[in-house]
T-cell receptor
Framework: KAGVTQTPRYLIKTRGQQVTLSCSPI?????VSWYQQTPGQGLQFLFE???????NKGNFPGRFSGRQFSNSRSEMNVSTLELGDSALYLC?????????????FGSGTQLSVL | AQSVSQHNHHVILSEAASLELGCNYS??????LFWYVQYPGQHLQLLLK????DPLVKGIKGFEAEFIKSKFSFNLRKPSVQWSDTAEYFC????????????WGAGTKLIIKP
């Protein structure tokens, strides 16, 4: 079974640009959640999608948005990039039907904003 | 608001030493508790979880954690560490009723000296 796939692996952007990150979950998983990971801050929850609907949202500004397609693949978009958006963006998938389920993580997209 | 505190950001131990990593959370209700581990160059993966029953939970690779409700703690332990335990360890909490949003600690980087 293929794992969670995130593309691209690395991205370099400049301030003011926008970026789209992609996440393909494990086959059969309907929930995809996104996290921002920065050194010393741990993982900050961005949002979670289940069956194409945003089910949960963290405390990030509206510049951060996402969507999920009918095949459960998800994209995350960040508009008007700021230097502070530099981070590792992780997505995780699960069946999404049991609150105790473990999450399966991808390798992440390392975003650098210059 | 929920929060998770991991007391040590960096821990350095010699092989065969005993390990205890602290995790405290703030949430007034019933919780689900998780420890995830990120080995160098690998994905985040679940180490163990607690959601009900015996407060002493055993996970993979000889790790265990004890949920102490009165102390709002879920400390991770291993009696004898190995060099291969070098990794970053994250504690995460999901308050029952808070949907599928995990709140994460900042992580503890564990280095085992051979």
């Amino acid at each position: 079974k293929a794992g969670v796939t995130q593309t691209p692996r690395y991205l370099i952007k400049t301030r003011g640009q926008q970026v789209t990150l992609s996440c393909s979950p494990i086959s059969g998983h309907r929930s995809v959640s996104w996290y921002q990971q920065t050194p010393g801050q741990g993982l900050q929850f961005l949002f979670e999608y289940f069956s194409e609907t945003q089910r949960n949202k963290g405390n990030f500004p509206g510049r951060f948005s996402g969507r999920q397609f009918s095949n459960s693949r998800s994209e995350m978009n960040v508009s008007t990039l700021e230097l502070g958006d530099s981070a590792l963006y992780l997505c995780a998938s699960s069946h999404g039907t049991d609150i105790n389920e473990k999450l399966f993580f991808g390798s992440g997209t390392q975003l650098s904003v210059l | 608001a929920q929060s998770v505190s991991q007391h040590n950001h960096h821990v350095i131990l010699s092989e065969a030493a005993s390990l205890e990593l602290g995790c405290n959370y703030s949430y007034g209700g019933t919780v689900n508790l998780f420890w995830y581990v990120q080995y160098p160059g690998q994905h985040l993966q679940l180490l163990l979880k607690y959601f009900s029953g015996d407060p002493l939970v055993k996970g993979i690779k000889g790790f265990e954690a004890e949920f102490i409700k009165s102390k709002f703690s879920f400390n991770l332990r291993k009696p004898s560490v190995q060099w291969s335990d070098t990794a970053e360890y994250f504690c995460a909490v999901n308050g029952v009723g808070s949907n599928y949003q995990l709140i994460w600690g900042a992580g503890t980087k564990l280095i085992i000296k051979p």
